[in-house]
């Protein structure tokens, strides 16, 4: 009954012979649990009756007290206590053997065991029981997360930190990752050939979003293979430009991780444009920005890119108000809320309730948040700290 019931069906499936026989036994564990206490309590009654005989033959009518006394002992400490210990802190070693006898004393004594279940069973049946109902055993994402932070040594820390941001996709929307409105680079048709050019010659994205006039008309996605046929000796060529768009993807911005890199794998497309619920363009998402969130950074942006979170020698941090939330909590282990606002600045805003003063402070929880830079209604920087306690 201690065997790790997943362990054992690994084992099962390896063709161990003890597992399979242990599982044999185990799928009626009402007919194990009988045969074993049908033995047990056989043993420990003619026991007790043998010793009260010889009890009652050396000191009279005081044996049967004494030979209570003495087998109550024996059994406890011989019978009961020592070996079920063993057997739960080796289960494997004695389950496995175990079976060797157990399988044939069932086959033996299967009448009186069926005999026995029956009464039972009937008793159960009356106190509202199911007796023949097997509790299946599913383990929630939760339990899962447990195992495999459990496991350690059993998979590396980096196998373990990856099979943690798989049981994660689930907690995580599109939004909470995304490249925000305002930092999508891509090609605006409105724009003149030289500075269309321009930004396809010093992109560093494989795949270019392309709109006109706005972002929020975004026509096409222009993948970055096709610029020998976009560009040609006389400069940019604008109908084989539109020719070679590929139409854009849109997705919802509440889209869970998981689905969409389903969603990815299916339709064979690796970009996709993020839209709230009346059809405002928030972002783009791409396969690899999702594939990071389970392997963690692998690319680097050919575009020279600045940390965001600089420590400071008091303990505190000077923080990019665009930060998003989970990578402040990822980088520094803190617990900031990720419930509303994606971003530092939206954060504190949300909190303040109005546009402050580039030196106005406040906590949020543990944590102490000073504003030391606003451009326009967007905090640029904050020095953030967890408070003494």
Known sequence: MSLNRYRLRHLQKNGHRGARRAGQLLERPDRLIGLILIGN?????????????????????????????????VILIFAEI?????????????????????????????PIVLLVNGITNGLLRVLGFDPEKQSEEHVSSEELRTIVTDA?????????????????????????????????????LDDNDEDILRSIQTSSHTRLPVWREDINNIVGVLHMRSISRV???????RRALESEMEEPYFIPESTPLHTQLLNFQQRKMRLAVVVDEYGDVLGVVALEDILEEIVGEFTSNLAETE???????????IIDGTATIREINKTLEWDLPTDGPKT??????ENLESFPDANAGLAIGNYRLEILELEGNVVQAVKAAVAAR
Request: aromatic fraction near 8%; proline fraction near 7%.
């Open 41 to 73: 309590n056989l043993v420990n009654i003619f026991a007790s009756a043998i010793a009260t005989v010889i009890a009652i033959r050396l000191w009279g009518d005081a044996g049967i007290f004494i030979a209570t006394i003495i087998l109550t002992l």
């Open 82 to 110: 020592t070996p079920k210990t063993i057997a739960a802190l080796y289960p494997e070693s004695i389950a496995f053997p175990a079976s060797l006898i157990l399988i044939p004393l069932l086959k033996l004594l299967y």
């Open 152 to 188: 350690g040594q059993l998979i590396p820390p980096r196998h373990r930190g990856m099979l943690l941001n798989i049981l994660d996709l689930e907690q995580v929307s599109v939004d909470d990752i995304m490249v925000p409105r305002n930092e999508v680079y891509g090609v605006d």
């Open 231 to 237: 560009i040609d000796g006389k400069g940019l060529d």
């Open 307 to 317: 940390d965001d979170i600089f420590p400071q020698r008091d303990g505190s941090f």
């Open 344 to 349: 530092l600045s939206g954060l504190i805003l």
